[in-house]
């Protein structure tokens, strides 16, 4: 009964992923950690959700840049755009921030660890719809194995 210690973490699976079973590739990528991901929720919240909103859903009208033209935070939870970034993009923006580009996103080197904002990018990547996970980490692949 070598396979008995899965049967929790199947499940847990199932709960969040079960719609990705046409998909295999993608299904085993996101087979992340639950308490990873569980840790990456109470990080979020403690230092994402002020701007972000505390189910990830940004501001409306997050893509219409304010009077100073910088943009306001959008959602992370999919409807945004954050899916068309691979996952070491998407941690170079949490790591450095947006200031230096002139934005508004805070920096957070120093302050979470890159395991912790790879928690957190896991997080918001549990609520994505699964058609879209998948053409995340399609795309992810590919940036990963392109020359840099
Ligand atoms: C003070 C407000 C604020 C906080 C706190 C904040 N952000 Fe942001 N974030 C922004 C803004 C504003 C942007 C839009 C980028 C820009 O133009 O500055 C952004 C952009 C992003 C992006 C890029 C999204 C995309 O679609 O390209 C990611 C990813 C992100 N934030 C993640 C996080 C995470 C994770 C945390 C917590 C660790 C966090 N942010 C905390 C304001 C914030």
Request: aromatic share 8%.
């Amino acid at each position: 009964m070598k396979l008995r210690p899965l049967v929790p973490i199947l499940g847990f699976f199932l709960l969040t992923a079960c719609t990705d079973s046409r998909t295999p590739g993608a299904a085993e990528s996101r087979r992340a950690d639950p308490q990873e991901v569980a840790r990456g929720a109470v990080l979020y919240q403690k230092n994402c959700a002020t701007c972000h909103g505390a189910n990830a859903e940004g501001t409306p009208e997050w893509y219409k840049a304010g009077a100073d033209g910088r943009f306001p935070p959008p959602p992370l939870d999919g409807s945004g755009h954050a899916w068309h970034h691979p996952r070491e993009a998407l941690k170079k923006t949490i790591r450095e921030g947006t200031a230096g580009l002139g934005g508004n996103m805070p920096a957070w080197r120093g302050k979470l660890s890159d395991r912790d904002i790879e928690a957190v990018i896991l997080w918001f990547q549990s609520l994505w719809p699964a058609e879209l996970y998948r053409n995340w980490s399609l795309m992810d692949d590919q940036a990963r194995r392109a020359p840099t």
